[in-house]
């Protein structure tokens, strides 16, 4: 199963849940099948393949406002959750604050792949359209890597730390996927 295949399908089951309990005006119901999938999705991995459930899961939370903590609370370890205060029970706004911080703060919502919007070099020439976040993926069915621009991409300027940069995540990637031969 590649990556983007994970991020679906974990999406498809919260769509699930979400549409099944939408008119729940408190929690969602745990006792949902899609509840039970999700935690077994992640459950079922440790790695990058549970870090994509949690990123997927938390990506969702920084779209909408909504009860995904409580996957959260079952996926990840005990120690390694945010702490929360007695003052904070309850408030959906806070929960999914500090998780969304939480996430940030442990690498989990990098940016997404794409053109930023941003020149830290400046505007190279009139079809710049900024620095370029990519996705570099592993599909180990095919065994093969995968650089996900999340766009056509006619050109891609990069200043040599960067070039070094990109070489180094390309090499450390493959010896992953090595390890997996």
Not at 10 to 38: K, R
Not at 170 to 181: M, N, R, S, T, V
Request: hydrophobic share 40%.
């Amino acid at each position: 199963m590649i990556d983007q295949e994970i991020i679906d399908l974990v999406n498809g089951v919260i769509d699930m849940w979400e549409e099944d309990t939408c008119l729940l005006s408190s929690c969602p119901d745990h006792s949902h099948p899609a509840f039970t999938i999700i935690i077994k999705i992640a459950d079922r991995w440790e790695g990058e393949r549970k870090s994509l459930v949690i990123s997927t899961i938390l990506r969702r939370m920084q779209r909408k406002m909504t009860w995904f903590f409580v996957i959260l609370y079952n996926i990840v370890s005990k120690e390694d959750q945010p702490k929360f205060t007695e003052d904070m029970r309850g408030k959906v706004k806070v929960y999914t604050k500090v998780w969304i911080d939480w996430g940030k703060e442990k690498g989990y919502l990098n940016e997404q792949p794409g053109p930023t919007g941003k020149f830290p070099n400046g505007r190279v020439n009139k079809y710049d359209e900024g620095e370029l976040a990519v996705g570099v993926l592993i599909d180990r069915e095919k065994n093969v890597l995968i650089i996900d621009f999340n766009k056509e991409i006619g050109w891609l300027g990069l200043t040599p730390v960067e070039a070094y940069e990109l070489s180094r995540i390309l090499f450390q990637k493959a010896k992953e996927l090595e390890g997996d031969i």
